[in-house]
């Protein structure tokens, strides 16, 4: 079982950016395609971002319009979501997912583990 902890999370203005982290153990990480996922309050979880096992292939939701990146590091066993021009919508609890395989998970089933999330409040 893959473990996964995210970071990066915090208060920004509209406009500026961040970068999520998260860092995985407990598995080999190039084994698995990564996602991220974020849940704004009295919404349901909303599909962000994923990339393949290494890194050559991603897929974002239409609704990040080229705003938000993901990459990941096999060496440091780690997956990033760099985020810019954040708007207040943005606002949610944005949590690391671990595909079932090293392919490029699209879809919710596509996922096996997940971290705890990681904060993020935009504010206009």
């Known amino acids: 079982q893959v473990q996964l902890v995210e970071s990066g999370g915090g208060l920004v203005q509209a406009g500026g950016s961040l970068r999520l982290s998260c860092a995985t153990s407990?598995?080999?990480?190039?084994?698995?395609?990564m996602g991220w996922f974020r849940q704004a309050p009295g919404k349901e979880r909303e599909f962000v971002a994923a990339?393949?096992?290494?890194?050559?292939?991603?897929y974002y939701a239409d609704s990040m319009n080229g705003r938000f990146t993901i990459s990941r590091d096999n060496a440091k066993n780690t997956v990033y979501l760099q985020m810019n021009s954040l708007k207040p919508e943005d606002t949610a609890v944005y949590y690391c997912?671990?595909?079932?395989?090293?392919?490029?998970?699209?879809?919710?089933?596509?996922?096996?583990?997940w971290g705890q999330g990681t904060q993020v409040t935009v504010s206009s």
């Open positions: 407990g598995g080999t990480f190039s084994n698995y395609g």
């Open positions: 997912a671990a595909g079932r395989s090293g392919g490029l998970p699209t879809v919710d089933r596509h996922f096996g583990s």
């Open positions: 990339i393949s096992w290494n890194g050559a292939s991603t």
